[in-house]
């Protein structure tokens, strides 16, 4: 195969985002329940890093299984409620139980690098060292991130249901004011384009020349 052809027939193949199960090989890596939380947390929620180390006891409300997020970034007090997954809701309450966090006290009391520092390590475990991810259209090489676990939860929702009701409710899931931003989240790997072109040739199934 012609040298170029072939880097273009090999880059089809590349990593452009994390699916559940690489996610979950991931969380499964964690050394211990705080960070095994914290990686649930962003995996099942999307919130972003800085809202993660944000987060108090007052944040989460157990019996309803819901965070309250505070919008860092906007003027004056804004905030947005998040559904956590149950499992993960009660994890978490074991865990600032445990830990002895009390009112007023992070429930994650690290600061952005180390929260990077932490999923970095756990993918490294997990067979996603290195620079993994490709851009889809840069193809700029990344490392597994916080803000790749956000993207991994805003892929897979959309890939379940891509109808608008989703779209929006998923905008206001990750806090985003502007759709457009959500919008970029709509991902396709080459199994779904090669699915989606086999239901294009479907009704030439069966046929026979005569």
Partial sequence: MHKSLSYVYNSINVKTFLTPEDVERIIDAASNL???????????????????????????DPSSSRLVIRHLKSRGETYRQVPV???????????????????????????RGHAYSTVRECA???????KVLTHPTSNKKHYVSPHKF????????????????????????????????TARYFKLGLDDVEKVYGHLWEPHRGKKKS
Avoid at 34 to 44: E, H, K, P, Q
Avoid at 93 to 110: L, V, W
Avoid at 156 to 178: C, F, I, P, T, V
Wanted: aromatic residues 8%; proline residues 2%.
């Fill in 34 to 60: 705080r960070d095994y939380v914290l990686l649930s947390l962003l995996w099942t929620t999307g919130i972003r890093v800085s809202e993660l180390i944000a987060l108090t006891p007052e944040s989460f």
């Fill in 85 to 111: 997954r149950k499992d993960v809701a009660n994890l978490l309450a074991e865990y600032i139980e445990r830990a002895g966090i009390g009112a007023g006290q992070r429930c994650f009391p690290i600061d």
């Fill in 124 to 130: 490294r475990r997990a067979g996603f060292g290195g």
């Fill in 150 to 181: 956000r993207d991994a939860i805003a892929t897979h929702w959309l890939h379940a249901n891509s109808n608008l009701e989703a779209q929006k409710a998923l905008q206001g899931m990750l806090g985003h004011k502007d759709f457009s931003t």
